[in-house]
């Protein structure tokens, strides 16, 4: 398995290798948004707003290949508010369920953090299903749960409300002298 980060152009030519996979892992239930029936039209479109967030430096796609085929993803958003510079948000990591239960997902959480020090952020957050497979995965990499909002969203089904569970892991302290203005 190889792990990279793609660019907008890298997005746009294998834009039918992400729709499969974000096609398959909601009719497999995962509560990323789409509510089924998920066209296949909606999960294009979806990785075609994801390329021009990722083309204005917003977000970095990484994405996980085995034999030089795309099994997963996940995104780390950039674009915070004026007063997070220092924070970033972990989404979408997607696997394709052929490919589940390999290590792909917490591969793909590695690269992203690796990514996220290097652009020195100091605080990563991101919200799962609360209850869903990947909660676990994301406690064992060092993540705490602040909290769990009930009827959060509805199911993939559309017919019931989840709870999800808001996370976050800090990767370092940084001092407040690099970023806050001195005032007299």
Same mark, same amino acid.
């Given at each position: 398995?190889?792990?990279?980060?793609?660019?907008?152009?890298?997005?746009?030519?294998e834009?039918?290798?992400?729709?499969?996979?974000?096609?398959?892992?909601?009719y497999?239930?995962?509560?990323?948004?789409?509510?089924l029936?998920?066209?296949?039209?909606e999960?294009?479109?979806?990785?075609?707003?994801?390329?021009?967030a990722? &083309?204005?430096?917003?977000?970095?796609?990484?994405v996980?290949?085995?034999n030089?085929?795309?099994?997963?993803?996940?995104?780390?958003?950039?674009?915070t508010?004026?007063?997070?510079?220092?924070?970033?948000?972990?989404?979408?990591?997607?696997v394709?369920?052929?490919?589940r239960?390999?290590?792909?997902?917490?591969?793909?959480?590695?690269?992203?953090?690796?990514?996220?020090?290097?652009?020195?952020?100091?605080?990563?957050?991101l919200?799962?299903?609360?209850?869903d497979m990947a909660?676990?995965?994301?406690l064992?990499?060092g993540?705490?749960?602040? &909290?769990?909002?009930? &009827?959060?969203c509805?199911?993939?089904? &559309?017919?019931?409300f989840?709870s999800?569970?808001?996370?976050?892991?800090?990767?370092?302290?940084?001092?407040?002298?690099?970023?806050?203005?001195?005032y007299?």
């Open positions: 398995m190889q792990i990279s980060q793609w660019t907008a152009n890298d997005l746009r030519t834009i039918e290798a992400l729709t499969e996979i974000l096609y398959a892992c909601v497999q239930g995962a509560s990323v948004g789409f509510i029936p998920h066209p296949k039209s999960a294009r479109a979806f990785w075609s707003d994801i390329a021009t990722v &083309g204005a430096g917003d977000r970095a796609l990484f996980a290949t085995q030089g085929r795309p099994v997963g993803t996940a995104q780390l958003v950039l674009a508010p004026a007063n997070q510079p220092h924070r970033a948000e972990v989404s979408k990591v997607l394709h369920p052929q490919a239960r390999q290590g792909v997902a917490r591969a793909l959480m590695h690269h992203l953090e690796t990514y996220a020090r290097a652009a020195e952020k100091t605080l990563l957050t919200d799962t299903r609360t209850g909660e676990p995965l994301y064992s990499l993540f705490q749960k602040a &909290g769990v909002i009930p &009827g959060y509805l199911a993939p089904s &559309g017919q019931i989840d999800t569970s808001y996370m976050y892991k800090q990767l370092s302290q940084r001092s407040l002298s690099k970023i806050s203005p001195t007299i």
